[in-house]
């Protein structure tokens, strides 16, 4: 039986890393989580018009039940709520999420991890399981994506190079320089382009139209981008910010701008009783380390337990 937002909700909480208790009342965060919860895992599980719809966008042919969400008992005690899932909804990047569960996963647990996921998803031929953990890591499992957090009133500026600042941005005047930016990090870092890639056009306007888009200008010149919206997913169930971008054009970079932007984005926000929350791959150690020197914390992270093709 699907257990309900307000249980999977407690599952969530529990499993999150005890720096994050202290910021959040426990009450606030629980109603936020089953909000989530049900508007998410529950729908996908329930509802079998929107599965028909995600099978015939992403895997054409196959049945609407196999992108149901599902609750399976997976061995040792643990529960797990899986998913069909796919990277930026790439039709040719199928991974399974078994995110929600009674508890953090461990080594012992894998095997029937990736034996669940392969009986209901083997079909689409996933090329991971993703769980996440409060912890650095679980012994068999890869890196993905980390979470970096911090509460905004904690995020001060302090010893800000003279020129750089944010400005507020109604438009995105400068994405084809933000394209080359990017560019230019993937010739010097060509695993960089697995890692993180640049925010479309209309979602960087969206965070302009919502007054969350900031120019970062060094001596008055543009020097990249610093965006954020309100979106409780990727969230953990906290009332955030979430980083949409962060981004310094390439004569800008080495110059130790980068673990100021966290803070000046931050007390550029207009709510500071907000979290800024953002993911950053395990591999990008230059956003790892610029983010972690800004004052933001390591909350946990995503993994990937690969999973054999037949």
């Not at 689409?124 to 650095?136: D, F, M, N, T």
């Not at 438009?171 to 010097?188: G, I, K, Q």
């Not at 390591?298 to 093709?309: A, C, E, F, I, S």
Request: hydrophobic share 40%; aromatic share 6%; net charge negative.
């Amino acid at each position: 039986m699907i257990p309900r937002p307000e249980e999977l909700a407690r599952y969530t909480l529990e499993r999150q890393h005890p720096l994050t208790r202290a910021w959040v009342d426990d009450a606030q965060r629980l109603a936020i989580l089953t909000e989530e919860h049900a508007a998410l895992d529950i729908l996908l599980a329930e509802d079998l018009e929107i599965a028909a719809q995600r099978a015939q966008r992403l895997t054409p042919g196959r049945p609407a039940e196999s992108m149901l969400n599902r609750w399976v008992a997976v061995g040792n005690d643990l529960r797990v709520m899986f998913g069909m899932r796919f990277e930026n909804l790439d039709p040719a990047r199928p991974f399974v999420d078994a995110t929600p569960m009674t508890r953090s996963p461990e080594p012992r647990d894998l095997p029937g991890l990736a034996a669940a996921a392969q009986e209901y998803y083997g079909i689409h031929r996933p090329r991971y399981v993703r769980l996440w953990s409060a912890e650095a890591g679980v012994e068999g499992t890869l890196p993905d994506r980390r979470f970096l957090a911090a509460p905004i009133s904690e995020l001060r500026p302090y010893d800000v190079p003279p020129g750089l600042e944010l400005r507020p941005a109604k438009t995105v005047d400068h994405y084809e320089e933000a394209l080359r930016a990017y560019a230019d990090v993937d010739a010097d870092h060509p695993h960089h382009r697995e890692e993180a890639t640049l925010q479309d056009l209309d979602d960087l306007q969206e965070s302009a139209d919502d007054g969350l888009l900031f120019e970062v200008t060094v001596n008055g010149e543009w020097a990249g981008y610093a965006a954020a919206i309100i979106k409780p997913d990727d969230a953990l169930g906290l009332p955030a910010y979430v980083v949409r971008e962060l981004v310094l054009s390439k004569p800008h970079r080495g110059h130790g701008y980068g673990r100021h932007l966290s803070p000046l984005l931050a007390q550029a926000l207009p709510d500071p009783t907000r979290i800024l929350i953002g993911t950053i791959h395990a591999a990008n150690q230059g956003a790892r380390t610029a983010a972690l020197a800004s004052g933001r914390h390591d909350v946990g992270g995503w993994l990937q337990l690969p999973l054999r093709q037949a």
